[in-house]
């Protein structure tokens, strides 16, 4: 056999191999989308918390090159650290939130119970009269009002912070001393976040049971029936003192859901904004039917 005749049958094993692999795409925005979208679900992290490009590539049909720029713009993201000798890490999570989802103002969590190690502290709270614009607002004939600042963090990393009123239709010290003794009993049952599932009744399930608990919560706080609840998601640019908080730069996208809280004769209750971080978080919603009566809680800009 000559060396030419050696040179065709390798060229046309060659080709015969490539026909009967499928063809690699090379979109490094859809692999570092399919990437993040990983993360997000929790089975990014199976070995160690490692990532491979060469498994990536194979798992997701993705040239090695598109993996490699997937991975540097998820470094720039800060969910992962890459060395030449420790490799691709996870180093953060991107956290999943319930759109129509009231969260706790204080909540330690507890290990064994809270996959998330998510926690919220309160940086401020007090009583003060009732600001015109808050009144106009809420339409609540209130002359004291609640305001509160608290901030949500994931490890030892903020992940949002969470600006609201609440409209004093009784005595404040009342109502003061039940949140206060309502929140070391009530607060670590109320989940603050949705782990992705795959299974949907699964997470219809646990979105009924937190919806139920926040009923039960409410009704123990403001001595009447729950009604409705009303939000608005847009993206905005963290301002100064926001992106301080949270620990991105001026300017960043912010995910801002403002919501309103209304007890069963439609009076409003609550009011709060929450500034959520465009790269480690995620606002959803789980509905039971595609074609049921639209419910009176979101708005969408």
Do not use: W
């Not at 490009?53 to 470094?75: D, P, Q, T, W, Y």
């Amino acid at each position: 056999m000559s060396y030419t005749f050696n040179e065709q049958r390798a060229a046309q094993f060659q080709k015969q191999r490539q026909l009967q692999q499928a063809p690699l795409h090379t979109s490094s925005r859809r692999t570092y989308e399919q990437l993040r979208a990983s993360i997000r679900a929790g089975i990014a992290d199976a070995e160690n918390n490692r990532f491979h490009e060469l498994s990536i590539s194979k798992e997701f049909g993705a040239s090695r090159n598109s993996v490699r720029v997937a991975l540097s713009m998820l470094v720039a993201d800060g969910l992962i650290s890459r060395a030449p000798r420790r490799g691709t890490l996870l180093t953060n999570r991107i956290v999943d939130f319930q759109v129509d989802q009231v969260l706790p103002r204080d909540f330690t969590p507890h290990p064994q119970d809270d996959a998330y190690d998510l926690g919220v502290v309160t940086l401020q709270d007090g009583v003060i009269p009732t600001p015109p614009i808050v009144a106009d607002l809420m339409g609540a004939p209130a002359d004291y009002t609640l305001s509160y600042v608290q901030l949500g963090v994931y490890g030892d990393s903020p992940i949002f912070l969470r600006t609201g009123v609440v409209p004093l239709l009784e005595d404040p010290q009342n109502f003061v001393d039940r949140v206060e003794s309502f929140e070391t009993t009530a607060t670590n049952n109320h989940p603050l976040a949705m782990p992705e599932m795959s299974n949907p009744a699964e997470a219809l399930e646990v979105t009924a049971t937190m919806r139920r608990t926040f009923k039960e919560e409410f009704g123990k706080l403001y001595g009447c029936a729950f009604g409705f609840l009303r939000n608005r998601v847009e993206v905005v640019g963290a301002d100064e003192r926001t992106a301080r908080l949270l620990g991105v730069e001026e300017g960043s996208p912010l995910l801002l859901r403002q919501q309103y809280s209304y007890d069963i004769q439609g009076r409003a209750r609550e009011y709060s904004f929450t500034h959520f971080r465009g790269d480690r978080s995620t606002l959803s919603k789980t509905q039971a039917h595609l074609h049921s009566e639209p419910e009176k809680t979101d708005d969408a800009e």
